[in-house]
């Protein structure tokens, strides 16, 4: 197990961007991904993005919501991942988590996560 702790949140107006950061700590060295997911009163907890911990191969939600405005990244000397979040919509307002998995899989899928932080609230202003 890991911890992970969130940082970045915060109110931003249409337009703008926040980086978010999500700090791990623990048995890092069993960590095989790094994920990202949100989720808003509206909608079920859905997938951002993910990050494999050693090779840094990335993904995206497969959709319009996220692609090409969202970055993920990790700086494995500071054992952190960044989730980088530009021209911000209203509709991105939501709980931002980041989550670890040690097994790997389907990285889409909260199931495969066995971590979670504690959630950092983004709120985008029309």
């Known amino acids: 197990q890991v911890l992970l702790v969130e940082s970045g949140g915060g109110l931003v107006q249409a337009g703008g961007s926040l980086r978010l950061s999500c700090a791990v700590s623990?048995?890092?060295?069993?960590?095989?991904?790094m994920g990202w997911f949100r989720q808003s009163r509206e909608k079920e907890r859905e997938f951002v993005a993910a990050i494999t911990w050693s090779a840094g191969n990335t993904y995206y939600a497969n959709s319009d919501s996220v692609k090409g405005r969202f970055s993920i990244s990790r700086d494995n000397a500071k054992n952190t991942v960044y989730l980088q979040m530009n021209s911000l919509q209203p509709e991105d307002t939501a709980v931002y988590y980041c989550?670890?998995?040690?097994?790997?899989?389907?990285?889409?899928?909260?199931?495969?996560?066995?971590?979670w932080g504690q959630g950092t609230q983004v709120t985008v202003s029309s």
């Open positions: 989550a670890a998995s040690n097994t790997g899989g389907t990285l889409v899928l909260p199931s495969i996560y066995s971590s």
């Open positions: 623990g048995r890092t060295s069993r960590v095989y991904a």
